[in-house]
């Protein structure tokens, strides 16, 4: 158990994503050619990115593995926490499934957060329910969508959450269609339930959660966060604060 635990003291980067971006951060990983994996967590949502001299080799995000999963950790959980653990002797990397590399790795990821405001601003928190309209405007008719988004439009009843209808259809592509669906009039969001600020046992009060604990966005009233540290934890006495990372057998 102890090993287990250590490894939150082991990180050599930790901090705030609302203090650097993690497309900065992940730019700076790449520029010195680290190897190891940077865990990012956001409620109770987490994500792990494997370096190896620099490039992303694997990304898993709960289920979600390779490209889905990193653009979901850029989509979901870019304003949360983040450590990098170097050169990790207690996790063994996953396969290799992130399959861009380089200048094309980069591009998709200043593209993918790109989005992320915009699918904010569609899409309230994973907790929220969309539900079709009542009436369908046309143009434009659900015919002329994408075969994937008019599969999610056949599945939004509203009764499931945003993370419900992810499941099977990844996260990233799921905000996106429904994004695309809520510009088009065609679903309309209810609001969170009452007393959907968690069920206890603290936390950062400023985030809307649900009973799960699952959102992505904070109210205004968030105080600020504390700047990111630049310095080894270990040697001032904190530890990361999260699970230990899978290990994974291959």
Not at 97 to 108: I, K, S, Y
Not at 112 to 135: F, Q
Not at 205 to 229: E, N, V
Request: proline content about 9%.
């Amino acid at each position: 158990m102890a090993a287990a635990a250590d490894w939150r003291c082991m990180a050599a980067l930790q901090g705030s994503l609302e203090s650097v971006r993690l497309p900065a951060l992940l730019t700076l990983l790449a520029q010195q050619r680290k190897t190891g994996y940077l865990r990012v967590l956001q409620g109770h949502l987490s994500g792990d990115l494997y370096f190896a001299s620099g490039e992303i080799t694997s990304a898993v995000a709960g289920m979600e593995r390779g490209l889905d999963a990193l653009d979901a950790i850029l989509l979901v959980m870019a304003r949360g926490d983040f450590a990098f653990v170097e050169d990790p002797a207690s996790a063994t990397p996953p396969a290799p499934n992130v399959h861009l590399q380089g200048a094309a790795l980069q591009e998709h990821i200043r593209e993918t957060a790109g989005r992320a405001e915009a699918l904010r601003a569609a899409v309230p928190s994973l907790t929220a329910v969309p539900r079709p309209v009542s009436r369908r405007p046309s143009p434009p008719h659900p015919t002329g969508l994408a075969p994937a988004t008019a599969d999610l439009l056949a599945a939004v009843d509203g009764r499931r959450t945003v993370q419900e209808l992810a499941t099977g259809r990844g996260l990233a592509q799921t905000l996106t269609g429904l994004a695309t669906l809520r510009r088009a009039g065609l679903i309309v969001f209810d609001d969170l339930p009452p007393g959907g600020g968690g069920s206890g046992g603290g936390g950062d009060p400023g985030r809307r959660r649900s009973a799960s604990g699952t959102s992505w966005r904070r109210s205004s009233l968030t105080p600020p966060r504390p700047t990111t540290r630049w310095s080894s934890p270990a040697r001032r006495g904190r530890c990361y604060d999260g699970p230990s990372p899978r290990t994974t057998r291959t």
